[in-house]
């Protein structure tokens, strides 16, 4: 029996009652049994209406993904990659899983920084050099 809930995180924990599975037959190899099985995995989410999904990662999840979503606000996740309804069925949880881990938790916020005196004066030199380079090839006009 499958767990109930896809958990992510402590914090993220989405029941599978919120999933709607739909079959259809997959692409590639397979042989006969490709053409009369339905054995790939449509996984349908209606993210915007889940209460499962804490406010903040729902807004991030949109950032990132929202060009996944339907214009109902389902996210669409298939798998093809195995010959068995039920192992891209995981394969979809997992797909998913992935993407709300990425965005589980918040950035981390950038610190910014000075590049070192040393630093500096090493992009100065170089630069100075590379001027009287290119001064050095320049050809006088005759007068």
Sequence with gaps: MPAAFLSVSSRIQIPRSEFQFTFVR????GGQNVNK???KA???WPLAASPALPP???DR?????????TSEG????SSQRFRDQGRNIDDCLEKLAAML?????PPRRRRPTKPSKSAVQKRLTTKQAHSRKK?????????
Excluded: K
């Design 26 to 29: 997959s692409s590639g190899p």
């Design 37 to 39: 099985v339905n054995s």
């Design 42 to 44: 449509v996984l349908r």
């Design 56 to 58: 903040d990662v729902r």
């Design 61 to 69: 999840f949109l950032t990132r993904y929202g060009s996944r979503l």
């Design 74 to 77: 389902e996210l669409i996740v």
């Design 101 to 105: 881990g990425e965005v589980a938790r």
């Design 135 to 143: 001064h050095r090839r320049r050809v006088l006009p005759e007068e």
